[in-house]
C-alpha cells in the first residue's frame, strides 16, 4: 500500500483542524465573558452591601432609647454585629454530600413567610429579614409579610417599609407585605392575620429575633412535598442573648410539654439504624418556628382563635395536628438561629378581674382552653397541677363549642388517649408512674411544705388550701415516695423518739428509698418501716401515731387518685 493520503481525506482533515480551533477560541471567549461578568456580579454584590450598610444604620439610628432588660437580649452588640454575619456551618456534613432533595417546582411551591413582633430592637428585626432573603431561593421566596402589633416604636414598621423597598426593588417575585396593629392584639391573632392574608402555597412562621442558616428550606420543603399534612420544624441553634454567640442545637432533643401544659424539651432516643441528622418525628414544637402547608393549616381552623396573646399556640397546634391525622418533624438538615430570652420582654395586658398576674392569667387561659378542647378525661391531670384554672373564664359560646366539634367530624380526629399511645408515651409514663397526684387535704386544710427559719431545711404543716402556692404532691407507685414539684419527699427520721417526719431529695438509694416509702391504705398514708400512720391531732401539727381505722385525722385525700383506694 502507499503511504500517500488521497486528497479528499487531506481536505477533511484540514477542516476538522479549523472546526477544532475554532471551538477553542469561542471557548476562551465565553471563559473570558464569564470571569467578567463574575467580577461586575462580585463588584455589583460590594456596591449592594456598601449601600445595605448604609441603610442599615440609617434605619437603626431611629431606635428608641431602651436598655438590655426591655429586650431581653444585648441591643449594643446587635446594633454593632451588622445587618448580616457568616454563621458557623451547623448541619451534618451529610446534608450536602449525600442528599439530594426532591424539590417541586418553584411554581408549585410559593413560601409565605409571617414574621409579627411586638417591641422588638430594630437591628435584631432587620438581621432576621436581611437573613431569611439572602439565604432563601429567590424562584421559592413569594410574599414576606410582617405584622407590628402595637409596638411603642411607632415610625418602625413605614421605616422598614421604605428601606426593604429600596433594597429589594429589583426583586420583582417578592411581595413585601407590612401591616401594623394600632392596639395590642397579640401573636396569636396576629399570625392568624398573616396566614389569612397570605397568597403562597405554604407557611412558615418565624420569629423577630432569628437568623436564618444557608441552605434552610430545600430539607423543609423536600419533606412537605412528600406528605401534605406534615408539619416542619427546622433544628432551632442557639443564638447567646448576651454574647450574640451563635451554637450548634441538639439534635437529639425533641419537644413535648407536662401535664401542666408547660413545653419541654424531651431526649431523643435513637434506633438502631437511625442517624441523628435523620428528620424525626416530635410531639410538639419549640420557639414558634414551623413550616406548614396554607390550605391545611386553614383547614386546622389555624391558631384556636380564643388564646390570648401568647402562649400555648403551638402546644394546641401540635395536638390538634397529630390528632386530626397530620404529623410533625423536626428535620435537622434546616438550621435557624433563635434567641431564647430569660424572660418575657413584654407586658401581658390585662385579661381578667383575677388576682394572679397578668402572665400568669393569660396562661391559665390559654392552657384551660387546650385542656378543655382535646384532653378529654385527662384535663383533671391538668386541673389537679394547676386548680386555679378552674376559677378562670373561659367565655366560650355554643358556636364555639359545636365548630371545635364539627372539625373533629370532618378531620376524624382521635382521642387523646391515642395522642398519649402513639405519640408522646413520655406523658402517658409519667401518668402511669403516680398513683395519686394534687393537693393532699385533711378536712379544710392541706399538707404543705415551708422552709424553716434556718432556710435550709423544710417543714411540713396544714395550711389552708386556698394559698397560690400550696404544694402539689406526687405519691410514687412503684417507690411510694410522696414528692413536691422540687423533688423533696417527705420521709421520717425512725432514729429519733418518736419518729419524725423529714422532707429532703428524693433518693434512689434504696436504704434511703425505704425511709421515703408510703403505703395507701384506704384514706391513710401508712409509713412502710414504722408501720404508723401520717396523723393530725392538733392545729397545724403533723405527727406519726398509731393507725386507727375511721380516724378523721389520719384521713388525707389527695386531690386525684388513679388507683382505687383499699
Not at 487531506?10 to 467580577?39: D, H, M, N, S, Y
Not at 445587618?83 to 418553584?106: K, M, Q, V
Not at 419549640?286 to 390570648?308: Q, T, V
Request: charged share 25%; with cysteine.
Amino acid at each position: 500500500m502507499s503511504g500517500c493520503i488521497p486528497h479528499h481525506r487531506l481536505q477533511l482533515c484540514t477542516i476538522f483542524a479549523l472546526c477544532f480551533v475554532v471551538c477553542q477560541f469561542v471557548l476562551l471567549l465565553i471563559l473570558l465573558q464569564r470571569e467578567t461578568f463574575k467580577g461586575r456580579l462580585l463588584l455589583y454584590r460590594d456596591h449592594a452591601k456598601e449601600g445595605r450598610m448604609l441603610g442599615w444604620r440609617e434605619f437603626i439610628s431611629h431606635t428608641p432609647e431602651q436598655s438590655t432588660a426591655f429586650y431581653q437580649y444585648n441591643i449594643q452588640l446587635s446594633d454593632t454585629v451588622g445587618a448580616i454575619r457568616s454563621l458557623p456551618r451547623t448541619r451534618h456534613e451529610s446534608c450536602d454530600s449525600l442528599r439530594t432533595y426532591n424539590l417541586p417546582h418553584s411554581s408549585r411551591a410559593k413560601v409565605s413567610v409571617v414574621i409579627c413582633f411586638h417591641n422588638e430592637a430594630r437591628s435584631m428585626l432587620l438581621r432576621t429579614i436581611i437573613s431569611l432573603v439572602s439565604r432563601t431561593p429567590e424562584d421559592y421566596l413569594h410574599e414576606l409579610i410582617i405584622i407590628d402589633d402595637a409596638s411603642r416604636d411607632v415610625s418602625l414598621i413605614e421605616d422598614l417599609k421604605e428601606l426593604m423597598v429600596k433594597m429589594y426593588a429589583t426583586r420583582s417575585r417578592l411581595t413585601l407585605c407590612f401591616m401594623r396593629n394600632h392596639e395590642r392584639q397579640g401573636l396569636i391573632w396576629s399570625r392568624n392575620m398573616g396566614a389569612e392574608a397570605a397568597t403562597g402555597h405554604y407557611l412558615l412562621f418565624l420569629d423577630s429575633h432569628c437568623e436564618v442558616n444557608e441552605a434552610w428550606l430545600e430539607p423543609l420543603l423536600d419533606r412537605l412535598a412528600m406528605n401534605a399534612t406534615l408539619a416542619v420544624s427546622p433544628l432551632l441553634d442557639h443564638i447567646d442573648p448576651t454574647t450574640l454567640k451563635y451554637s450548634k442545637g441538639n439534635e437529639l432533643l425533641k419537644g413535648g410539654f407536662d401535664w401542666s401544659l408547660h413545653f419541654h424539651w424531651l431526649k431523643r432516643e435513637l434506633s438502631a439504624k437511625e442517624a441523628p441528622e435523620q428528620p424525626y418525628p416530635s410531639p410538639a414544637f419549640s420557639g414558634g418556628i414551623l413550616m406548614i402547608s396554607r390550605d391545611w393549616f386553614l383547614k386546622l381552623r389555624c391558631f384556636n382563635s380564643h388564646l390570648k396573646i401568647w402562649g400555648g399556640e403551638s402546644i394546641e397546634l401540635a395536638i390538634k395536628l397529630w390528632l386530626c391525622g397530620g404529623q410533625i418533624e423536626i428535620v435537622p438538615c434546616s438550621r435557624i438561629g433563635h434567641i431564647f430570652r430569660p424572660r418575657h420582654a413584654f407586658d401581658f395586658p390585662p385579661q381578667f378581674d383575677h388576682e394572679s398576674s397578668t402572665a400568669q392569667a393569660t396562661y391559665l387561659h390559654n392552657s384551660k382552653i387546650i385542656a378543655e378542647s382535646w384532653l378529654d378525661e385527662y384535663k383533671n391531670m391538668f386541673y389537679v397541677l394547676k386548680p386555679a384554672a378552674r376559677q378562670i373564664p373561659l367565655f366560650n359560646t355554643v358556636q364555639d363549642v359545636d365548630l371545635n366539634r364539627q372539625m373533629k367530624l370532618e378531620l376524624r380526629c382521635q382521642r387523646f388517649e391515642w395522642y398519649l399511645r402513639h405519640v408522646s408515651p413520655e406523658l402517658k409514663a409519667h401518668f402511669n408512674e403516680l398513683s395519686a397526684m394534687g393537693t393532699l387535704k385533711n378536712g379544710y386544710r392541706c399538707l404543705h411544705t415551708r422552709r424553716t427559719d434556718s432556710l435550709s431545711k423544710w417543714e411540713v404543716i396544714l395550711d389552708s388550701c386556698y394559698h397560690s402556692d400550696i404544694t402539689e404532691w406526687r405519691l410514687l407507685r412503684e417507690s411510694g415516695q410522696l414528692s413536691t414539684a422540687t423533688e423533696r419527699c417527705l420521709g421520717v427520721e425512725k432514729n429519733s423518739k418518736p419518729p419524725l417526719l423529714t422532707m429532703k431529695p428524693c433518693s434512689k438509694h434504696s436504704t434511703k428509698m425505704k425511709a421515703q416509702r408510703w403505703l395507701r391504705r384506704g384514706t391513710q398514708l401508712v409509713h412502710n418501716e414504722t408501720h404508723l400512720c401520717l396523723d393530725n391531732p392538733l392545729k397545724n401539727q403533723l405527727v406519726l401515731s398509731p393507725c386507727r381505722s375511721l380516724s378523721a385525722s389520719q384521713s388525707f385525700q389527695f386531690a386525684l387518685e388513679m388507683d382505687k383506694q383499699t
